[in-house]
């Protein structure tokens, strides 16, 4: 296996524990309930990942594919936890996923694109 796509793999999965953590493990108010359904909704786009850098043949697009949603993840998570600076920023985590597969789509298309510009290796 090519070193791009482990370590794509990896992030996903890196992922997939962010989400968990996130949804199961982090600080909230005693009435917030902790769900499967959301740990779902929220690392849905990263086992995408996982799955597209394990059968696509454009890993290094899905490498920084999976470095750019870790940015947001940190994004999003820093806005909710660390400095929150209202009471909506919560709701990003509600878009999020769909942040995520429209960079994952932006990603997969760049890897087509390119991969065709290229010419090939013998």
């Given at each position: 296996m090519q070193g791009s796509r482990i370590a794509a793999i990896v992030i996903a999965l890196i992922g997939v524990a962010i989400a968990a953590y996130i949804e199961f493990l982090s600080p909230r108010a005693a009435n917030v309930e902790r769900s499967f359904g959301w740990?779902?909704?929220?690392?849905g786009p990263w086992v995408v990942l996982g799955v597209l850098a394990l059968l696509s043949p454009f890993a290094r697009a899905l490498l920084a594919v999976g470095i750019?949603?870790?940015?947001?993840?940190?994004?999003?998570?820093?806005?909710?936890?660390?400095?929150?600076?209202g009471f909506e920023n919560a709701i990003i985590y509600y878009y999020k996923p769909f942040?995520?597969?429209a960079v994952i789509a932006a990603g997969v298309?760049?890897?087509f694109l390119l991969g065709r510009a290229r010419p090939k290796r013998r």
């Open positions: 740990f779902a909704y929220e690392a750019v949603m870790l940015a947001i993840e940190v994004f999003a998570y820093a806005r909710v936890f660390v400095a929150p600076d942040y995520d597969m298309l760049a890897g």
